[in-house]
């Protein structure tokens, strides 16, 4: 892949990433599910859960999101059909009612399927304070 399509494709995946963190504060299943491939899994420090599992979670109003900020410019390499996407990411969550106010690395493995790039993996690991 050329430089100049290699940055294309940075840009769309940037610009991925900033789109499905308003996806998440929309709090609206299908929009969200928008950005994960069918088989994508979040690990986290619980361990991993699924889509099905995560969607059920925000289809239901248990989990919420009322902010979801990317800090600064997320770091975005291209492997051919495949992309990592790694940002510091801020976010103010609910769970059945209880707040929860993150500051997270995330690590965002996408694949590129039927011309779309959709996300298998995601990685959350708290930010140490700052």
């Known amino acids: 892949m050329s430089d100049d399509a290699n940055a294309a494709v940075r840009d769309v995946l940037a610009a991925r990433a900033d789109d499905w963190a308003a996806a998440m504060v929309s709090n609206d299943p299908a929009r969200i599910a928008d950005f994960m491939a069918d088989d994508w899994v ?6 991993i859960s699924t889509r099905a599992r995560f969607l059920s979670y925000v289809e239901s ?3 919420t999101h009322s902010a979801f900020r990317i ?16 940002a510091r990411v801020t976010n103010t969550a609910h769970y059945k009612g209880e707040r929860f106010d993150a500051d997270e690395w995330t690590t965002d493995v996408f694949v590129r399927r039927d011309d779309r790039w959709l996300c298998v993996l995601s990685h959350i690991t ?5």
Do not use: N
């Not at 979040?42 to 361990?47: A, D, P, R």
């Not at 800090?71 to 790694?86: L, N, Q, Y």
């Open 42 to 47: 979040i690990v986290s420090e619980s361990g």
């Open 61 to 63: 109003g248990d989990l």
């Open 71 to 86: 800090v600064g410019e997320p770091r975005v390499r291209v492997h051919g059909e495949s992309a990592v996407v790694t």
């Open 126 to 130: 708290a930010a140490a304070p700052r």
